[in-house]
Each structure stands twice: as C-alpha cells, then as structure tokens.
C-alpha cells in the first residue's frame, strides 16, 4: 500500500528552525520527484521545496531561498525539509508529494501520485 505520512509540525517562535519529514511505503522516493507543497489558513496550496528526481537538483520557492533545505534519505526511506529563521507567514500545513516526471512543481495535491495528510506548523509569538 503506497502511503506518506508527514510528521515534525509544531508551534513554535519566530526565527526558531524545523524539520519535517514525509515518511514514504509502497514506493521507493530515490525512483519520484518529491515536492514539498503548503495550504496557509485561508489560502490555496503552493509548492516550496522541490527535490528533483536526481536528487541533486532542488527548487525552491523564493520566499524560502537559504533558509529551507530539501534531502532525501534513499535507507529510510524520507523525505525531509530543513526550515531555518521561520518566520509567521509559515504557517501552514505543510504536504509532501511524490510524482513520477523529473521534477513536479505544481501546486495541487492531486496532480501527484501521492501525497500525504499534512503536518501543521505555526509560527508565532
């Protein structure tokens, strides 16, 4: 059964850091695309952090750039996302998705193959 689960969100100050992790079953995240994708309070999803298929090549929203940092742990089987310096307009639920092209950029869940339930973050003081 192919599955992700998220794991890591927390309620945490302005400036604090964490890591997120998308657990992956049925399906192996070296042979996907995995994207990091995120629903603010009130807003539509949007993507913020893509590991390219390679694993070496990433993009990254701009409003992220230096401080959230995508990898892949091909043993484990995770996906991870590094958020340093966050700041109150991270909060969000926060997904991972996995797709079979080369990179996957797309800011709605259902066009990946998979995608998990979220794992919530605040950000506030």
């Known amino acids: 059964q192919v599955q992700l689960v998220e794991s890591g969100g927390d309620q945490v100050q302005p400036g604090a850091s964490l890591r997120l992790s998308c657990a992956a079953s049925?399906?192996?995240?070296?042979?996907?695309?995995m994207t990091w994708l995120r629903q603010a309070p009130g807003e539509g999803h949007e993507w913020v952090a893509a590991l390219y298929r390679n694993g070496a090549d990433k993009a990254y929203k701009d409003s992220v750039k230096g401080r959230f940092s995508v990898f892949r742990d091909n043993v484990k089987n995770i996906l991870y996302l590094q958020m340093h310096n966050l700041r109150p307009e991270a909060t969000a639920v926060y997904f991972c998705?996995?797709?079979?092209?080369?990179?996957?950029?797309?800011?709605?869940?259902?066009?990946?193959?998979?995608w998990g339930q979220g794992t919530r973050v605040t950000v506030s003081s």
């Open positions: 049925g399906f192996t995240v070296n042979d996907r695309a």
């Open positions: 998705g996995a797709c079979s092209g080369y990179f996957c950029r797309d800011p709605s869940p259902s066009r990946y193959d998979y």
